[in-house]
């Protein structure tokens, strides 16, 4: 009694110092919510550091409390502050937790991700980790986390019997080919399948492991890796370059314009007539080109005018152009056949007589795959505009006239996956044309790159084209759509599915497949994934004469005449008569 008599005035002393040393460590800072093995060592920490601070203060007054008193103490406040933490933790939980709400989820890989990204999930309110999957045989039937791990060949049963309503892909370090080919199989489960970056991604971003969920990507669902496009010629073709692109506020347009300002050119000029599209595109760059000293230009106008276009490459002391712009909504080319034709053909040819007139090192045209053989106009206009840059490749050095030719652009507007998107949200049905129709599908940065590519490979006068790997069926891409937006898909085998795939035939002009070549010659580049093809243009004269023809035809609206174009110039087509003026 006399020791703790004699010592009494230590007590304020210690409580004061103590209270610093914990604030000073952040134990007081650490969510309740989120204490979990951070927060242990934090309290380990202070506990430590209070033991020591006590003996520490004895040995400077002459008191004769045993050392072994601040040792057990220092462990009992370890304990208690480390159960009333978790106790108060669990109890929040259960006053808070809503099983109503709360998603049930399941990870997809056991490892040290997994089990991070499973601790941080149970700490939020929205869902609750159930189990773990994996497809390490050693792993299955052990606790990670508190939560067992069940055998990947299980993984149906597990997600009807324990009620699964999300499944979240945490293996970051395994290699692209290997998590495209587990989230093509995972997209066949009838529950909402997120993935989590690779560890690449995850360095090169500022988001947490939750915050980085993401649904499945339908890059992924591409069936083939993605083409490796990243080549230093690039950035040597366009440094230091004046560079227009028309169209520049579509899909591939801007796509382009955004990469382009990755390749240290001097100056970017946007040009589109499409005012909105226009003005969404310079204000997204113009912070980005001003950080990295590029010009930006935005000029409102047409391709069919000559003189607008003129104006925009004098202005612009244009050395490269980019023509994108073109007409490329199939069924709205098809019944409006005298504008499409004279945007896609007269604009190519107006672009590239001011290239020509104003000495461009390079002209680069955006193609199709629909110009190989076409059934529509949009394709034909296409095929047309390609014949009119060959002709011009063939009688002139300079610039450097060269053409790209790609398929369906994952994404792009106009095609089928926004759509698809839209009637899934609406809850359906997703309208499909045909059930054996195919395409081949690509990104939007591997479709800008190939552009860019080509660019830098122009020889005069060439097609590239990219190896897209097998098409794609689009009835296919539909259900897949509706599995990866958490729905189920309805047909006879599950009548009370959440949403059908309905068939409602080929549209106008529409063709089961696609092709990228007319003829077999293929030359290779220095880019194994990108070929180029030699194709039979027309002479001069032949082009001089199509080209007369579509502009009395333009002028005056006549829909037989455009067809008679493509039936007379347009190797391979298949175009039906019009069954109505345009």
């Given amino acids: 009694m006399a020791s703790l008599q004699e010592a009494a005035f230590l007590f304020p002393l210690l409580m004061a110092i103590g209270g610093v040393l914990v604030s000073f460590i952040g134990l007081p800072r650490i969510k309740l919510s989120a204490y979990e093995n951070h927060g242990i060592v934090l309290s380990a920490l202070a506990s430590l550091s209070l033991a020591a601070m006590g003996l520490l203060v004895t040995a400077m007054f002459p008191v004769t409390i045993a050392k072994s008193t601040f040792v057990v103490f220092g462990g009992l406040f370890f304990i208690i502050s480390v159960t009333a933490r978790l106790v108060g933790q669990k109890i929040l939980l259960l006053m808070f937790e809503d099983e109503t709400i709360r998603k049930r989820v399941l990870v997809y890989g056991a490892g040290q991700a997994g089990g991070q990204l499973a601790a941080a999930l149970a700490m939020t309110s929205e869902v609750k980790p159930v189990c773990f999957v994996d497809d390490d045989p050693a792993l299955a039937g052990l606790i990670v986390g508190g939560l067992p791990v069940i055998s990947a060949r ?216 629909k110009a190989v053989r076409p059934t529509n106009v949009m394709g034909s206009s296409k095929r047309l505009a390609e014949l009119v840059i060959q002709d011009l490749a063939s009688r002139h050095q300079t610039p450097l006239f060269s053409m790209v030719r790609f398929g369906n652009v994952l994404g792009s507007s106009g095609s089928v996956i926004p759509l698809f998107r839209e009637q899934i949200e609406r809850g359906g049905p997703v309208t499909v044309t045909h059930g054996d129709v195919t395409r081949f599908f690509m990104t939007i940065p591997e479709a800008a790159r190939l552009v860019l590519l080509a660019g830098s490979y122009a020889r005069g006068g060439d097609v590239f084209v990219l190896d897209m790997g097998a098409p794609v069926k689009i009835v296919d891409l539909a259900e897949t759509m509706i599995r990866l937006s958490g729905r189920t898909l309805r047909n006879e085998q599950n009548p009370d599915g959440d949403i059908a795939v309905e068939i409602t035939g080929l549209r106008p002009g529409e063709k089961l497949y696609e092709e990228l070549l007319i003829g077999s010659d293929m030359l290779t580049t220095p880019h194994a994934k990108i070929l180029r093809a030699q194709e039979e243009k027309l002479s001069e004269l032949e082009v001089a004469n199509f080209l007369r023809d579509l502009q009395v035809a333009a002028q005056t609206g006549d829909a037989d005449a455009m067809r008679n174009i493509i039936m007379r110039h347009v190797a391979g087509h298949e175009i039906a008569r019009a069954s109505s003026d345009t």
Wanted: proline fraction near 4%; aromatic fraction near 4%; charged fraction near 25%.
């Fill in 154 to 369: 299980n993984i149906e049963k597990t997600i009807t019997d324990r009620r699964i309503e999300r499944v979240v892909v945490a293996i970051p370090s395994a290699p692209d080919s290997r998590r495209r080919e587990l989230l093509r199989d995972l997209s066949d489960l009838p529950c909402e399948v997120l993935a989590l970056p690779s560890f690449i991604d995850l360095l090169d971003g500022k988001q947490d492991l939750v915050e980085s969920l993401k649904p499945i990507s339908l890059d992924d669902l591409l069936g083939r890796d993605l083409v490796d496009l990243e080549l230093p010629e690039v950035a040597q073709t366009y440094a230091g370059k004046s560079v227009v692109i028309t169209g520049a506020g579509g899909s591939i347009g801007s796509e382009l314009a955004r990469q382009l300002l990755r390749c240290g050119i001097r100056h970017l000029t946007l040009f589109d007539h499409s005012e909105y599209a226009l003005y969404s595109i310079e204000r997204e760059l113009s912070e980005v080109a001003h950080a990295a000293g590029i010009k930006l230009s935005a000029r409102l106008g047409s391709v069919t005018d000559p003189v607008q276009v003129g104006n925009c490459f004098t202005t612009a002391e244009a050395e490269i152009v980019l023509h994108a712009a073109a007409y490329k909504h199939v069924p709205l080319v098809e019944s409006n056949e005298a504008v499409g034709m004279y945007n896609n053909v007269h604009g190519t040819k107006v672009v590239a007589d001011a290239a020509l007139a104003h000495g461009l090192e390079r002209f680069i045209l955006v193609s199709t795959d």
